[in-house]
């Protein structure tokens, strides 16, 4: 098991920054690739943003690209998710989720979930 929770949400105007934080518990988050996720209201979860283990190799979502950097500090069990330039359609409840494999995109690869935190941008 690998409970995550998520902080650092809130709202936001458009052209605003925020940092998403994920602490997870437990010993092996060093050995989990991690990743962002994000679901609007009426849409499906989509893939954000993923480190692997060590934080040497990260991967985006086109939407996303350039203006969010993933990060972790395995030290403090921790995964980022710095957010600039923000638009209103990035609104949506954000979620970390922990896989075995790094460069996954898909909902059903990753094995644990936070419980998200709700990104509001304002125009």
């Known amino acids: 098991q690998v409970p995550l929770v998520e902080s650092g949400g809130g709202l936001v105007q458009a052209w605003g920054s925020l940092r998403l934080s994920c602490a997870a518990s437990?010993?092996?988050?060093?050995?989990?690739?991690m990743g962002w996720f994000r679901q609007a209201p009426g849409k499906e979860r989509e893939f954000v943003a993923a480190?692997?283990?060590?934080?040497?190799?990260?991967y985006y979502a086109d939407s996303v690209k350039g203006r969010f950097t993933i990060s972790r500090d395995n030290a403090k069990n921790t995964v980022y998710l710095q957010m600039n330039s923000l638009k209103p359609e990035d609104t949506a409840v954000y979620y970390c989720?922990?896989?075995?494999?790094?460069?996954?995109?898909?909902?059903?690869?990753?094995?644990?979930w936070g419980q998200g935190t709700q990104v509001t941008v304002s125009s």
């Open positions: 480190i692997n283990w060590s934080g040497a190799s990260t």
């Open positions: 437990g010993r092996t988050f060093s050995s989990y690739a």
């Open positions: 989720a922990a896989s075995r494999d790094f460069g996954r995109v898909g909902v059903p690869q990753y094995d644990y």
